[in-house]
Every structure is written in C-alpha cells, then in structure tokens.
C-alpha cells in the first residue's frame, strides 16, 4: 500500500519560510518523480514543483521560481519543499504526488498525499 505523508505546514508570516516534507513508503521511490501541487478553496489543484527520480531535473511554477527549492532524498524517501519569501498568495493545501512520468499535471501523477494547511499571514 503506497503512503505519501506531509509535513511541515503551518502558519507563517508574509516574507517567512517552511520546508514541506513528504515521507514515502510502499513503492519504489527513486523510479518515481515527485512533485508539489497545492489548491486553495473553489479552484483547481496547482503544479507547484516537481523533480525526476534523480534529482538531476526541477520544474517549477513560474509565480515560485526563485523562491521555491524542490529536493530529494532518495536513500530516505523523502521529498522536500523549501518556500522561502511566502507571501498571502501561497496560503493553500499542499500535496505530494508520485508519477511514473516526468510531467507537471494532475492526471499524471498516480499517488497523492492528504495534504498539509499553509497559511501566510499578511
């Protein structure tokens, strides 16, 4: 049974950081590439990040470029989120999700975590 799990979530204030951390277990992490997506209430789930089962290759959003770091830990099974200059407009449920493809959408990825509350106060 594939578990995903979150964590790090919480409130922090504008201009603050967290790191986002994602345990996996039940399936063999380092064929998969993970990602972050995240969704706030009445609109659709977002790409945030994503990296390739090596960590060699990241894809960001392009509104978290620059402030956003993805990152792997393959011998732990462990993707991270480093956020860094939050801002009200990242207040959102974050998830990981594994896929066996290199891709940014919803659709692809297989597995998703229950998501952790990030809330930015301005």
């Known amino acids: 049974q594939v578990q995903l799990v979150e964590s790090g979530g919480g409130l922090v204030q504008a201009g603050g950081s967290l790191r986002l951390s994602c345990a996996a277990s039940?399936?063999?992490?380092?064929?998969?590439?993970m990602g972050w997506f995240r969704q706030v209430p009445g609109k659709e789930r977002e790409f945030v990040a994503a990296?390739?089962?090596?960590?060699?290759?990241?894809y960001y959003l392009d509104s978290v470029k620059g402030r956003f770091t993805i990152s792997r830990d393959n011998a732990k099974s462990t993707v991270y989120l480093q956020m860094n200059s939050l801002n009200s407009e990242d207040t959102a449920v974050y998830y990981c999700?594994?896929?066996?493809?290199?891709?940014?959408?919803?659709?692809?990825?297989?597995?998703w975590g229950q998501g952790t509350q990030v809330t930015v106060d301005t």
């Open positions: 039940g399936l063999t992490f380092s064929t998969y590439t």
């Open positions: 999700a594994a896929s066996m493809l290199q891709a940014m959408g919803v659709v692809d990825y297989d597995y």
């Open positions: 990296i390739n089962w090596s960590g060699s290759i990241t």
